[in-house]
């Protein structure tokens, strides 16, 4: 797992090189598993234990999305893979 300050100078080392930057939206229907992998490739990261894949639904951080378990609005993460920064966006399966 990478450490917090080390993920985040990562992070900053990447960003001045943007042919290593890759911005990646999950996109499907409605209960397909957007989220799921978005909380699997959060822990690949070390930012959530890898148990809470899945069931944390950690980019639904609204309270409605959160009680009605379905993501209502698009969010985003930054990641590490390798030497490339990925924007990871999960978005809504619905219009």
Excluded: W
């Excluded at 100078?9 to 229907?29: E, F, G, Y």
């Excluded at 989220?35 to 699997?40: F, G, L, V």
């Amino acid at each position: 797992m990478i450490g917090q300050d080390n993920r985040f100078k990562k992070i900053l080392n990447l960003l001045p090189q943007t042919h290593k930057i890759r911005n990646v939206s999950i996109v499907a229907h409605v209960d397909h598993g957007k989220t799921t992998i978005a909380d699997c490739l959060i822990s690949s990261n070390g930012i959530i234990h890898k148990k809470q894949a899945g069931q944390l639904r950690l980019l639904d951080d609204r309270f409605d999305e959160q009680d009605r378990g379905i993501t209502m609005k698009s969010s985003s993460i930054s990641l590490v893979y390798q030497d490339f920064l990925i924007n990871l966006i999960d978005s809504p399966g619905h219009l």
